[in-house]
């Protein structure tokens, strides 16, 4: 195999997979964060500690009523979706009518008392999660190892992406949804229930994060802060790709993902800042972000 | 016209009043816009609304829809009251309307566009009717909805709400800022949906478009309805509109 710049490719392929498999969790996060946004006008700050939520429950369902991982890959994101659209209703629905800020420090408030808590109960620790059965071991592609369940991780984010971005630009769910974003008034005077539409956009929203939750709980340790170390790269994401623009935020999480991977090959010591160098040039040449709608 | 004879002719005796307001009053926040609107209008007919810049037409479509949603009197539409229902209440009635901005959706395609209002009863026009009516949006089917001329996103703007199934159509301006040739092609429209049975309430500057299409035209002026000519009496009065208009 090829050495570039005495890199030798194992190193470059292994980043490059971890890059992906972090672009996966970055695209499916600021995909729900687009979503809300677009439709709520909210910056929901909650989202990390949602997908957080998202592994815990997948960790309780095994643990204290012993549901596995593939059940649990359907039911924690409905628990979360369902407690999103408890937030939406008794709290968020409030807020439509002010400011973006009022929304974000609502969410953030959320954010600190969500982790509060399941920090009281847990712990920082983290708490071991197994990779199920069907996808342990890996494959040997001959420059690389390739784990299955990193492939799966990688393969069900693109599936989940793809699905809700077809689903929103090509249904007539969607196209409800697109319209209401633009003009809520309009679309709630030809008769369409606009208040149930954002109610369960938010829930399908935070229901992603919760799936991201699922996806990570056999990678990386469940631990209450898993959602905050996250969400600030999320966020930087969906800056870049520009705000609620859907294909921005899924586009922009996977490329990020591999641009960081790649400067972990040949700058490890920028690894931890190039997002945010992207977004400051980004906001820099075009603030709306790279998909962004000019209005 | 004597207090007793607007009296009236505002309140037709003979055909059913599909919509029946009296008293409308309504606000913009603290902005008192409407201050007692009174007007009937019947099963099948088209009447206008005529008056200046800023006295409160819009308004009053808004308020029936209930998107200006602080107002007060009596909306009613069918023998039922709708002043405190929500405008997706009103809507699912069977009224519809066609904003002065037209309300394009640019990020939806033509066809999405006019597929967008949900169906609210039986009744509508079918796509292939629609298409026959307006045929340029047939042809632009994949096009952005913005994208279109601004004829054409005023017919897009009236097509999309013909499918639903609503009876009462409020059209507000549908000509402003078009071509000639096209107001007579939305003037053409407008004659054939009330042929089809359609009730159609219009706002209009242009009172000589509204002579045109219209049954009876009721004068708005400082949030009141503060004159109705019948179409017939149009000539006859057209010294006195002269003057509500300031034309």
Not at chain 1, 117 to 129: A, D, K
Not at chain 2, 30 to 44: N, Q
Request: glycine content about 12%.
């Amino acid at each position: 195999m090829f050495e570039l710049l005495g890199i030798p490719p194992q190193v470059l392929m292994g980043q490059l997979l971890l890059g992906l498999i972090n672009g996966s969790f970055y695209a499916v996060l600021s995909l729900g964060l687009a979503v809300i946004f677009g439709l709520l006008n909210i910056i929901n700050f909650a989202h990390g500690a949602l997908y957080m939520m998202g592994a815990f429950v997948a960790w309780m369902l095994l643990n204290y009523i012993g549901i596995g991982y593939w059940p649990a890959l359907v039911l924690a994101p409905l628990i979360v979706g369902a407690f999103g659209i408890v937030l939406e209703r008794s709290m968020l629905s409030r807020l439509y009518h002010l400011d973006h800020l009022y929304g974000l420090l609502l969410t953030f408030g959320l954010a600190l008392i969500i982790q509060g808590l399941f920090r009281n109960y847990y712990g920082i620790s983290g708490l071991p999660y197994q990779i199920p059965p069907a996808l342990s071991g890996g494959q040997n592609l001959g420059f690389m190892f390739l784990p299955n369940y990193r492939a799966w991780v990688v393969v069900a984010s693109i599936v989940v992406c793809f699905g809700t971005w077809f689903m929103i630009e090509k249904t007539r769910l969607g196209a409800y949804l697109r319209a209401a974003t633009e003009n809520p008034v309009l679309v709630g005077a030809f008769g369409v229930n606009v208040p149930l539409m954002i109610m369960l956009t938010y829930g399908f929203g935070v229901a992603l994060a919760g799936f991201a939750g699922v996806l990570a709980a056999p990678i990386y340790s469940v631990n209450p802060n898993m959602g905050a170390d996250l969400i600030i790269v999320v966020f930087a994401v969906v800056v870049i790709g520009g705000m609620g623009s859907i294909l921005g935020a899924i586009v922009t999480g996977y490329v990020l993902g591999l641009i960081e991977g790649l400067t972990r090959v040949f700058y490890p010591e920028g690894s931890a800042v190039v997002i945010f160098v992207i977004m400051a040039i980004v906001l820099l040449i075009k603030p709306e972000g790279l998909f962004g709608r000019t209005a | 016209m004597s207090d007793a004879s607007l009296a009236q002719a505002t309140r037709p005796d003979t055909g059913e009043a599909l919509l029946h307001i009296s008293g409308l009053q309504g606000w913009y926040g603290e902005s008192h816009v409407l201050h007692g609107i009174d007007l009937d209008v019947k099963r099948g007919e088209v009447a206008t609304l005529l008056g200046r810049n800023g006295a409160g037409k819009t308004s009053t479509l808004l308020a029936i829809m209930g998107i200006l949603a602080k107002r007060s009197g009596s909306v009613m539409f069918n023998g039922t009251e709708t002043i405190a229902m929500q405008p997706r209440q009103i809507a699912r009635m069977g009224i519809a309307i066609c904003p002065e901005e037209r309300g394009i959706f640019s990020s939806l395609n033509v066809e999405e566009n006019l597929m967008l209002p949900p169906r609210i009863a039986d009744g509508g026009l079918s796509v292939e009717r629609i298409y026959e009516l307006f045929p340029n949006l047939r042809e632009r089917l994949r096009s952005q909805g913005t994208k279109l001329s601004g004829g054409e996103q005023q017919m897009l703007a009236i097509a999309r709400i013909l499918r639903t199934g609503a009876r009462l159509l409020l059209l507000d301006e549908p000509t402003e800022g078009l071509a000639p040739v096209i107001v007579q092609q939305i003037g053409r429209t407008i004659r054939e949906l009330k042929a089809h049975g359609f009730t159609i309430v219009l706002v209009e500057q242009n009172f000589r478009f509204a002579a045109s299409v219209s049954d009876r035209h009721y004068v708005v002026e400082q949030g009141k309805v503060i004159d109705m000519i019948p179409n017939a009496d149009m000539d006859a009065n057209i010294d006195k509109l002269h003057t509500y208009l300031g034309v």
